[in-house]
Every structure is written in structure tokens, then in C-alpha cells.
T-cell receptor
Framework: KQEVTQIPAALSVPEGENLVLNCSFT??????LQWFRQDPGKGLTSLLL?????REQTSGRLNASLDKSSGRSTLYIAASQPGDSATYLC??????????FGKGTRLSVIA | EAEVAQSPRYKITEKSQAVAFWCDPI?????LYWYRQILGQGPELLVQ????????DSQLPKDRFSAERLKGVDSTLKIQPAELGDSAMYLC???FGLGEAFFGQGTRLTVV
């Protein structure tokens, strides 16, 4: 059974810092991995999708990497802004099973 | 921009009453998911549809929950009777096959 873990559970940084969020999964036989953002009381917004054959994806100040063999992914946020404050969720798609989520990392960027 | 539509956004219901949520996926997305998210936790799958067929409902509490997608387009999730422990965010998502999943804004259910 696929299990997804996100570390840290919460993170507080001053504005302008670069930061890394971590995601690990137990079964490396994945089809793709997706990073989401969730604002309080809202739904999930897809940030980046990495296919199993890819090593990284970039969108603006966000860069996600994937090391399938070690069961790890990282989300790098450059030059953080207060508007980046949200919960970031990692989810793994193993092909024949639906998305399995971690519990998320709650990020606070302090102005 | 195409998006997943959910209604209502918020629902307050009394214990033992029936409640229903509606989801309209992105046009052309054959795969539809219903997830439940308890505050502070990640979403957990309730049911997955491929067109009108249920692919996975192993985590759906079938004694009180039901889900349907009659024409393979929009979907309804029902709870009857609601219990206090059902208070949560109910999220609908859709995808084209195993591709990127897109989520709606969710329905926040409070059972009193």
C-alpha cells in the first residue's frame, strides 16, 4: 500500500528566502507525482505534475524534482512571498490506484 | 478556463438528516474522484469513477454513503444519515485518464 510522507509538517520563513518542501513515498512504481497548493477552506490547486520518466518540472518560482528510485520529491520555492503562504500537498499516482496524498506542509511566509 | 464545479460550497445539517453534494467535472474527463479531507489531514479517496462505472469504492462507508454518475458526466455523493464524524471537506476531482488531476473548490460539511 502506497504511503506518502511530507516533512516538515509546518514551516515559517521570512519573505525572500528560498525554501524546500519534502515528499517521500514507499512504493517507487509510480506513474506520476503531483504537487498541489491549498488555501484555508478552499480546494486544491495543481502546481506541478511530474511524470515518472521526468526528473524535474518548473513553473515560475517553483521547481519540483523527482527521484523515483529513492522514493523522493522536493518542491523548491524561490524568493518566497507572503502570498505563498498556504498548505502544500504532494500526491502520488501509481497507475492502477488513485492519487494518494501526504498530510501536507503548512507554509507561512512572514513579511 | 475549464474547472471542476461543486455545489454547495457550504452545508450545515443536523445529525441523522440526509445531505447531497454535486460535482460537474471538466468536459471530456472520464475519470472522476470524490475525496474527503478532515482538517489538518490530506484528502482520502471515497470513490473513483471511470465514465459511469465505479472503479474503487473500497473506502466508501456504504452503510450511509452512496455515489452515482449516471450518464458518465456529473456526479452526486449522498450521506444518509449524517453523523457528527462526517464533518469534513468533500472534494471532487477529475482527470483525463491518468493525467493531471484537477480539483473543485470543495463542499464544507458541518454536522450538528
Amino acid at each position: 500500500k502506497q504511503e506518502v510522507t511530507q516533512i516538515p509538517a509546518a514551516l515559517s520563513v521570512p519573505e525572500g528566502e528560498n525554501l524546500v518542501l519534502n515528499c517521500s513515498f514507499t512504493d517507487s512504481a509510480i506513474y506520476n507525482l503531483q504537487w498541489f497548493r491549498q488555501d484555508p477552506g478552499k480546494g486544491l490547486t495543481s502546481l506541478l505534475l511530474i511524470q515518472s520518466s521526468q526528473r524535474e518540472q518548473t513553473s515560475g518560482r517553483l521547481n519540483a524534482s523527482l527521484d523515483k528510485s529513492s522514493g523522493r520529491s522536493t518542491l523548491y520555492i524561490a524568493a518566497s512571498q507572503p502570498g505563498d503562504s498556504a498548505t502544500y500537498l504532494c500526491a502520488v499516482n501509481s497507475g492502477n490506484t488513485p492519487l494518494v496524498f501526504g498530510k501536507g506542509t503548512r507554509l507561512s511566509v512572514i513579511a | 478556463e475549464a474547472e471542476v464545479a461543486q455545489s454547495p460550497r457550504y452545508k450545515i445539517t443536523e445529525k441523522s438528516q440526509a445531505v447531497a453534494f454535486w460535482c460537474d467535472p471538466i468536459s471530456g474527463h472520464a475519470t472522476l474522484y470524490w475525496y474527503r479531507q478532515i482538517l489538518g489531514q490530506g484528502p482520502e479517496l471515497l470513490v473513483q469513477f471511470q465514465d459511469e462505472s465505479v472503479v474503487d469504492d473500497s473506502q466508501l462507508p456504504k452503510d450511509r454513503f452512496s455515489a452515482e454518475r449516471l450518464k458518465g458526466v456529473d456526479s452526486t455523493l449522498k450521506i444518509q444519515p449524517a453523523e457528527l464524524g462526517d464533518s469534513a471537506m468533500y472534494l471532487c476531482a477529475s482527470s483525463f485518464g491518468l493525467g493531471e488531476a484537477f480539483f473543485g473548490q470543495g463542499t464544507r460539511l458541518t454536522v450538528v
